[in-house]
């Protein structure tokens, strides 16, 4: 199977450039990560991250053939060839297929990803309802992989600025939460021309989420609250 | 060359369950802490974790913390520590309730409490019928809970030292551990961490086998960096395989399937798990249920072209208890087995899940080895070790589903609060010996300077190959004397490697070559110990000697990496507060 990985280090390289492999794939290989380590195995300087192999962890996702994707739950058989590889976009480029997404989750870390409830907890657990806890699926399973604010052209623009998809999917996770007593500081925290408004409904991120979340539809939510607080 | 060097009053090496809830204990209580990982915490292995947390909340019918200690037990082959077991059931429901205050999104009952499903060896009045124990987000427990507590850790403004590889300990002259030598991986710079306590929660080492449910980086560095230093590795001929790994691609499908009502079937359809465990059935304890699939497979009854699995039947649960309760393992098994389990079984085969053994420790974290000639249980002061990579031991020989989430809890907590009150009492830090980094350095220089060598590559499939064959569900005398033979070749081999990569920057064959001498160190302590004991126990099943015996075998064994020597010590038969439960038969 024919690739073609973009390669970039820092210590030796002027330029990126593209390198391409051809790959005999062994019975077993089934996702784009297999065919990954055969060609690490073959050139030990190829850089990426890895961790789980099924698609829990966030580690792997980068650029797949244009689209972004965790590897390791990329089937083989879906890519065509040559299989072009490269880094998540928009983000700055330590080496090869790792780039640095200290953006990424200090976006992330802004949007105060932990519950708040200042009431002295009970004895027990907190009761929610079956129907309420239900407000969190679709929310609470972010890997953050970052697949989908790398392929917001928002987020690209503004990096620094806008809040992107991932971590707004994750601001409506604790506003949605019944549990959770902030959910006003949270609307006034992306209450902002850039934070919140800069998505403009391109799509890119549910369109790519490995995990088939839709960040979009949280975004409108947060909208819908914010009007709503105003009237 | 001067390393720079750092100083904290806390470093934690591992930023997964264990780790992230010590963490959170000592940063809360403002200690000055650090957390090293490997990984963006997120993305440690905890969060595989599917099924659930065991505790006995009785949310869905009656239950008690005492039929949980007296499963536990029973589960472990009697080889789990009495104390250190009532102590984590007893604080069970309390460290739920906690982690669901800090926000864990648990699937709820319609009376606004956690859900909680049955899973294998969990059972109402020692035994008599499964209960419903395990608190549950979904099949998706451990991602979860990871998010959560990192979440909480961001709460507290924890320091984190994400893509950071920990190399080793420093110990000074008296033994005490004053810290650890780490290595950026971005910069691939190395630096010595100052710290008056540390805490190991670095996780499995599973990647020792083959085939295996775990992630690419469990490979055992906080064993190896025990055992290099001197510390002795307890009970690592106990790995668990989980019965329902995905055939072929190792995934794992939680045991959370069978607790919903999925059953296993051989190649006639039948329901082989009865005759096996006439009660519990499908839901007996891990290595029974293993065991049993293994012997089907082996009498002919496997499933597939090569009759090398089983299949795990759940289409008659119903789409909506599918997608409402194991939304995962249904993605997972289109994914990676191409079924929609909705209409087609699952092809199962049992895969290496868990490590039970580990750096010993007792319940509050604190590591303790044998000391002098009398070999009595003493603190290495100034070390921890919590979670997969320690052996506490709640797990003994074969550890129930469940239990390891709430381990990482438990211990997590303990080892925080005993360090809060030793840092009060402990307020200095001693001083770095001169010699801090050297062997690091000389793992390093090694490295950098081998211009051949072996291929990192082909000694670690060379390594999960040996441990796959001789140290797997079935287990002989003679198999795991070749496999001690083989292994240690192998480990020679391990010493002499070379990458080709010599940047400095995110040099991620550098990384893998420490990460293989971890491992090796790891599988043969697996082998050696599990040569050494003959009888069966838990997850070791030797076919040469068939029964438990516990005239001789109702120890622990103690692996020494220097000369490849074993020592034991005894179980710790006594609880806490309540009678001991004595080794009986165990039938499920």
Redesign the interface.
């Known amino acids: 199977m024919k690739f073609s990985i973009y390669r970039y280090n820092p210590e030796k390289d002027d330029k990126p450039y593209m390198q391409d492999y051809e790959v005999e794939l062994q019975h077993g290989d089934r996702m784009l990560l297999d065919a990954i380590l055969r060609i690490k195995a073959m050139d030990d300087s190829l850089g990426l991250r890895k961790s789980c192999r099924e698609g829990v962890c966030g580690s792997d996702g980068m650029n797949i053939n244009g689209r972004n994707g965790l590897a390791c739950i990329t089937p083989l058989k879906d890519l065509k060839e040559p299989v072009i590889l490269r880094p998540l976009p928009g983000l700055p480029v330590i080496r090869d297929l790792i780039v640095d997404m200290s953006q990424f989750f200090k976006q992330y870390h802004s949007i105060k990803p932990y519950l708040v409830n200042d009431n002295p907890p009970p004895q027990k657990e907190r009761l929610q309802s079956p129907e309420d806890r239900e407000e969190l699926n679709g929310l609470y399973e972010c890997v953050l992989c970052a697949c989908c604010s790398t392929s917001c052209p928002s987020f690209w623009w503004n990096p620094d600025k806008f809040v992107g998809p991932a971590a707004l999917l994750q601001a409506y996770r604790f506003i949605a939460d019944t549990r959770d007593d902030a959910t006003s500081e949270r609307l006034d925290n992306l209450e902002d021309p850039y934070r919140l408004f800069r998505c403009h409904t391109i799509m890119n991120c549910a369109d790519v989420c490995p995990k088939g979340l839709n960040p979009t539809e949280a975004i409108g939510k947060i909208k819908e609250q914010m009007v709503k607080r105003m009237v | 060359m001067a390393l720079s060097r750092q100083i904290f009053d806390t470093v934690i090496v591992g930023g997964g369950g264990s780790g992230l809830r010590a963490a959170l204990q000592l940063a809360e209580a403002g200690h000055h802490v650090a957390v090293f990982s490997k ?2 915490p ?4 905890t ?2 974790a599917q099924g659930g947390i065991g505790a006995s ?1 009785g949310n869905m019918q009656e239950d008690h913390w005492l039929w949980h200690m007296y499963d536990t037990i029973k589960g472990s082959d009697y080889l789990g520590d009495q104390d250190a077991i009532e102590f984590m059931c007893r604080k069970a429901a309390e460290v ?2 906690e982690l ?4 864990m ?10 859900y909680q499903r049955p899973f294998g060896g969990h059972s109402q009045n020692f035994g008599e019928r499964p209960v419903q124990r395990a608190c549950a ?1 979904a099949d ?1 427990t451990g ?2 809970m990871l ?1 959560t507590l990192y ?2 850790n ?2 507290a403004h924890c320091q984190f030292f994400v893509e950071w590889m920990a190399l080793d300990l420093i110990r000074d002259y008296e033994g005490v551990v004053v810290g650890i030598v780490a290595l950026e991986m ?1 910069t691939g710079q190395v630096v010595i961490f100052q710290a008056k306590s540390t805490i190991l929660a670095t996780g499995g080492a599973g990647r020792i086998y083959h085939s295996s449910t775990n ?3 469990n490979t055992g560095d906080g064993l190896g960096m025990a055992a290099r230093a001197g510390v002795p590795l307890e009970d690592m001929e106990f790995w668990q395989f989980h019965p329902t790994g995905v055939a ?2 190792g ?2 499908i939680t045991e959370g399937v069978r607790g919903e009502g999925g059953i296993l079937l051989n190649s006639e359809g039948e329901r082989f798990m009865e005759r096996y465990a006439p009660t519990m059935k499908d839901l007996a304890s891990r290595d029974v249920v293993s065991r049993g699939i293994d012997q089907e497979i082996k009498e002919g009854r496997g499933v597939g072209p090569e009759k090398d699995h089983v299949l795990l039947k759940l289409d008659h649960l119903g789409a909506e208890v599918i997608n409402k309760r194991l939304p ?1 393992i249904r ?2 098994a289109l ?2 087995a191409n079924v929609d389990p909705i209409r087609e079984p699952i092809p199962v085969v049992p895969t290496c899940h868990y490590q039970m053994g580990g750096i010993p420790t007792n319940y509050y974290g604190q590591v303790v080895a044998p000391r002098g000639a009398l070999g009595t249980s003493e603190v290495i002061p100034g070390l921890y070790a919590i979670g997969e990579c320690a052996c506490v031991s709640v797990h003994g020989a074969n550890r129930l589903g469940t239990n390891s989430l709430l381990d990482l809890l438990v211990f997590g907590k303990s080892a925080g609060d005993h360090l809060c009150e030793w840092l009060k009492t402990n307020p200095q830090h001693r001083d770095l010996p001169h010699d801090a980094a050297d062997r690091s350095m000389e793992r390093l220089s090694r490295l950098d300077g081998a211009q051949s060598g072996e291929n ?2 082909e000694v670690a499939q060379a390594m999960r190959r040996t441990v796959q064959h001789h140290a797997g569900v079935f287990r002989t005398g003679t198999l795991l004397r070749e496999g001690v033979e083989k292994i240690r070749e192998v480990a020679k081999r391990a010493r002499n490697t070379a ?3 010599k ?7 550098r990384i ?1 070559a420490l990460e293989l001498e971890n491992l090796v160190i790891v599988a043969e302590a697996t082998l050696v110990a599990a040569e050494a004991r003959t009888e069966s126990r838990g997850a070791q099943a030797r076919e040469d000697f068939k029964d438990r015996d516990d005239k001789n075998w109702l120890k622990h064994s103690l692996w020494y990496m220097e000369g490849s020597r074993l020592d034991y010590k005894p179980v710790n038969l006594q609880p806490l507060t309540v009678e001991s439960f004595e080794p009986k038969v165990r039938v499920y």
């Open positions: 990984v963006f997120t993305r440690s292995h969060v595989a909340l739920v309730y669901e205050h800090f926000g999104p648990f699937d709820r009952n319609p009376d606004g409490t956690i987000a998706r991602h979860a998010h979440q909480r961001v709460r971005e992630a690419f980086i072929g691609a995934v794992l995962g993605e997972i994914k990676f990192i590559t990458i080709k990569d940047s400095r920057v995110f040099n991620t064959a893998e």
